[in-house]
Each structure stands twice: as C-alpha cells, then as structure tokens.
C-alpha cells in the first residue's frame, strides 16, 4: 500500500529541489531543522521544536533537481519515501511524493493511510507558500 | 466513517465563517465560485472552473461565527459536512472540518476516504494562506 500526492509549485524544479536537501530552508515549511545538506547515503536527523520531536532519515539516492529517496529511520527498514520533480515549462515544476512500506494487515490500517495523507498534503501546500509567496504556514495542523 | 481535519488560523473567528459564506471570498481558496450567501435552507451551487465541474450543497445549519452543517447534494441523501469554529484567544482560531456519511462495505474506501482527507487538508491550508497574508494557493493540487 502506498500514497501519492501531487502538487504544482510556480517554481523552477531547482527552487523545490533545494527546499528538501538545504538545511537552511525546510524551516519554511515543514520541520523546524534539518541537521545538515542531503546527500546520499547521509542520515540525517529532523526535528519538530513544536512538538518536542525529532527523527532521522537515511538517504538512499539523490539526482539533482529530479529525485531524492529516503527512508524513514536510520537504517533503510522504514518506510520509502520518493520525491519525483517534473519540469512543467518555464518556471513551473510538478512534485509527486510517494510513501510506500505500510502494512496492509495493520488493524489501524486505515487510521494509519489517513495520518500518512494529511501530513503530505499539508507539507506540500506549506512548500506551495513557502516557494511563491515566501509565507510561512507550517505546524498548525492540529492531530 | 468519518474524516476529521483540524487547522489553527490566526485570525478572528469571524473572518473564518465570512470565509465561507460570503460568495466573494470562496475564490481565494477553494471553490472558484459560489452561487450566493450561504444561508440555513439554501441550496448553493459550487463551481470549480478550473475543471469545468460544478455541484450544489444544501446549507442544514448556520451559526454564525460557530458552526456550518451542510450535505453534498440538493437533498439530504449526501454526506454531512459539520464546520466548527473555535476562538482560541486574541484573533486565532481553530477551525474542524467532519465528512460523515461514508459506506463502509466500499470497495475502494480507503481510496475514497484518502480523496477526500486530501481535498480538506489542502482547502484548509489554502484556506490559511489566503486569510492570514492574502495569497492563493488553490486549484493545484494534482490529482
């Protein structure tokens, strides 16, 4: 079982690529911090001032402005998140978000799915804002 | 079944019920129109110009400030749709969104109930964006 959200971003695909792997802007719109640049192989550690939280993520492939795929977790058992950028033309992108590894057999299977949904699409919508507009609109989704 | 799906906004509880119910401000982030004033017993005709779609609901309940009830449909047959509004103190709110009336016994339910999570997730957060600093981020989420 998987999810797959998609947004279109008024950016080009160089903009949202760099959101995601530089530490100084996922701040603007979904964690608080990121530890350090995304590369390969890295494992690197966000956090959630807002909720106390923290967790890693292994970084399992990077292609310049067209993928990055991480798991969950610090080894790659978690499940597998992969971000697609598509070039729509000029100064347009398109990012398509797949998490994939939840347990069919889950009791909460559903609960879990829905969870899932609701954080994507509102950290896509928060990348949305952040990108065009500059605003901030991150951490008010209240679970 | 049911989704639920809450958003702090900072901004008065009033703003957030015009939001909804003045035709003139729908545009800004969700539907692209709305046929009137959202009114107890009205039936309202929602357009998505972008999609060439358009569908009516039929307004059950306003209070002003607190609480939309509404049913996709001109009827009652469809689901409910409950908007609450909560003063959180000095010009903040949260606003919580329920979608009730889904078939269980579906065979695509969790697809159908990830649709729909999807489409309040992003018309909230747009709805964010458009109240707190003016901007519009609707219509491009991809389906």
Known sequence: MHNITRMKIEKPVGDVFEA?????????????SSSERW???????????????????????IDLNEKIVFHWGTNEEGNKVTIILNELGHSESIIEITEEGFNENDENIISVMLDNKEGWVYMLTCLK???????HLRASLIH
């Open 129 to 135: 804002g952040y990108l065009e507009y500059g605003v």
């Open 20 to 32: 995601f792997v530089d530490p100084s802007k996922i701040g603007g719109f979904w964690f608080s």
């Open 39 to 61: 590369e390969e192989g890295k494992v690197i550690t966000l956090r959630y001032d807002e909720y106390e939280a923290q967790g890693d993520i292994k970084i399992k492939e």
